[in-house]
Nanobody, 124 residues
Framework: QVQLVESGGGLVQAGGSLRLSCAAS????????MGWFRQAPGKEREFVAA????????SYADSVKGRFTISRDNDKNTVYLQMNSLKPEDTAVYYC?????????????????WGQGTQVTVSS
């Protein structure tokens, strides 16, 4: 079956950096659009970034543009989220997701598979 396993979360001070990874198995990774979402306590899950199957197209939420970078390695079946200049408001559980939609999409309901999430906590 499809598995998405996130790693790389943790506790970091404001202004610091983290790199999240998501290792995929059970699907033809190179044909899936991949996304990162996050959910803070008491809030709905929200879009963070997405990348097309080839890596040629990306999309970012306005709140993370210029600070976060999504990338993928199709040989390793892995998608990454480099997070720089972190802010306390970035604190959330971060989820990796995969969709068979052939272009970059940003809605939760457009994604087929989800990981279990990794906690990111940014202290002020």
């Amino acid at each position: 079956q499809v598995q998405l396993v996130e790693s790389g979360g943790g506790l970091v001070q404001a202004g610091g950096s983290l790199r999240l990874s998501c290792a995929a198995s059970g699907l033809t990774f190179s044909t899936y659009t991949m996304g990162w979402f996050r959910q803070a306590p008491g809030k709905e899950r929200e879009f963070v970034a997405a990348i097309s199957w080839s890596g040629g197209r990306t999309s970012y939420a306005d709140s993370v543009k210029g600070r976060f970078t999504i990338s993928r390695d199709n040989d390793k079946n892995t998608v990454y989220l480099q997070m720089n200049s972190l802010k306390p408001e970035d604190t959330a559980v971060y989820y990796c997701a995969a969709t068979s939609v052939a272009f970059v999409v940003v809605k939760v309901e457009q994604y087929d598979y989800w990981g279990q999430g990794t906690q990111v906590t940014v202290s002020s």
